[in-house]
């Protein structure tokens, strides 16, 4: 379970400090580390932190956690396969489209961490998936949404807005 630590402008520059490919023992403690971090920074460490380029990476860590192939991933996102492949091959950044996506979905993932931190027994948190749990919410289709997916409204701002608002919706113990 991640921690909740402050961040300081310091950390900015560190943001994206992660293994070029995905361990395959140690994956997981880089991915709670960027869930902390996303949980943890201000608003403008995020904003720096895309801007100077979203891994592609972070592509494989999103899809080990949500225990979604790859090629899922990459349609939420918006990438072709082909250009990813070349991207993550030459150790290169996301598009930038593409990297905004990949944050809002790890935005997501981060605030259903948080959602669940403090609205539950910390020993039962600790036993709880919580990542398959984000995997199948960010897949069902959502009444508040007309029946849309929340993965389907991270395609642009205005959909990652309302997707945001239903998550403080359900921080704030209002139906979900």
Not at 10 to 27: E, G, K, Q, T, Y
Not at 41 to 53: I, W
Not at 55 to 65: C, F, G, H, L, Q
């Amino acid at each position: 379970m991640p921690t909740v630590v402050p961040r300081s402008a310091a950390d900015r520059d560190s943001f994206w400090s992660i293994p070029r490919s995905v361990p395959s023992r140690a994956w997981e403690a880089t991915w709670l580390r960027l869930v902390d971090q996303f949980i943890n920074c201000d608003s403008f460490t995020l904003y720096k932190a895309v801007e100077d380029g979203v891994p592609a990476v972070v592509v494989e860590y999103i899809s080990r956690a949500l225990n979604q192939p790859t090629p899922e991933v990459l349609v939420i996102i918006g990438l072709p396969e082909t250009r990813y492949r070349r991207k993550l091959e030459a150790g290169e950044a996301l598009p930038d489209a593409a990297g905004h996506r990949a944050v809002a979905l790890m935005r997501v993932s981060a605030k259903l961490w948080q959602l669940l931190a403090e609205s539950g027994d910390p020993r039962e948190v600790a036993e709880f998936n919580v990542d398959a749990w984000v995997s199948t919410w960010i897949n069902a289709p959502l009444p508040e949404l007309g029946g849309s997916t929340p993965a389907a409204l991270l395609r642009n701002p205005d959909g990652q807005r309302v997707v945001e608002t239903l998550l403080e919706r359900m921080r704030g113990g209002l139906a979900a």
